[in-house]
């Protein structure tokens, strides 16, 4: 079963946000596009990604470079947290 995937230029005329912002988060590889006859499509699992970038630099006026490193700092945050319950399993085992 194919994934049915999002159309950028539809999602930009409903979600109100610039076409740069959405040029700006694929050149920093923060979303990937994929481009098929000559229109753009989002995946539909990167959109709650999508909409979090927007919030954070409509809403909150943080830069690309800014929302790079919180993405950084939050997948290493999640990754810590995934090696701490990993840990925390194999302890229970010598208890």
């Known amino acids: 079963m194919e994934t049915e995937l999002i159309i950028i230029n539809e999602y930009i005329q409903h979600s109100n946000i610039e076409p740069q912002f959405i040029a700006m988060l694929e050149e920093n590889e923060l979303i990937h596009i994929r481009k098929i006859e000559n229109e753009r499509f989002l995946n539909p699992d990167e959109l709650v990604e999508l909409e979090r970038y927007a919030r954070m630099y409509y809403d909150l006026s943080i830069n690309i470079e800014g929302i790079d490193a919180i993405r950084h700092l939050l997948d290493k ?3 810590l947290q995934n ?11 010598y208890e």
């Open 77 to 79: 945050i999640n990754s």
């Open 83 to 93: 090696e701490l319950k990993n840990l925390r399993e194999q302890l229970r085992l």
